[in-house]
C-alpha cells in the first residue's frame, strides 16, 4: 500500500515485484518476506527510496546483492552473473 501511494505499481505477473517510471528514472523493487532486492539507473532516486523505506520501515541497507532467493548474484565487469 505504502509503495502504490509513492507511484509503484505492481507487476501483472508476479505481486512481489513493483516498478516506477519517472523522467528517465526506471525503479524495480522485489519483495519477498523480509527480503527486498532495488534497481534503479538513478543514484538521487535509488536514495529518495531508501531513505523513505527506512523512514517508514525498521530495515537495513546490506549493499550490493550477494544472494537473493536462492540466486547467486556476482558482479564482474561486464555486469551481473545470476547462477
Do not use: P, W
Not at 543514484?43 to 547467486?72: C, M, V
Amino acid at each position: 500500500m505504502v509503495l502504490l501511494q509513492r507511484g509503484y505499481i505492481h507487476s501483472g505477473n508476479d505481486y512481489c515485484l513493483s516498478c516506477k517510471k519517472e523522467g528517465d528514472a526506471v525503479v524495480f523493487l522485489a519483495v519477498y518476506v523480509d527480503d527486498i532486492l532495488l534497481t534503479c539507473n538513478n543514484e538521487a532516486e535509488i536514495s529518495s527510496l531508501k531513505s523513505f523505506l527506512d523512514s517508514t520501515f525498521k530495515n537495513k541497507d546490506l549493499g550490493h546483492a550477494h544472494f537473493f532467493l536462492g540466486i547467486e548474484i556476482l558482479h564482474t565487469d561486464y555486469g551481473l552473473l545470476l547462477t
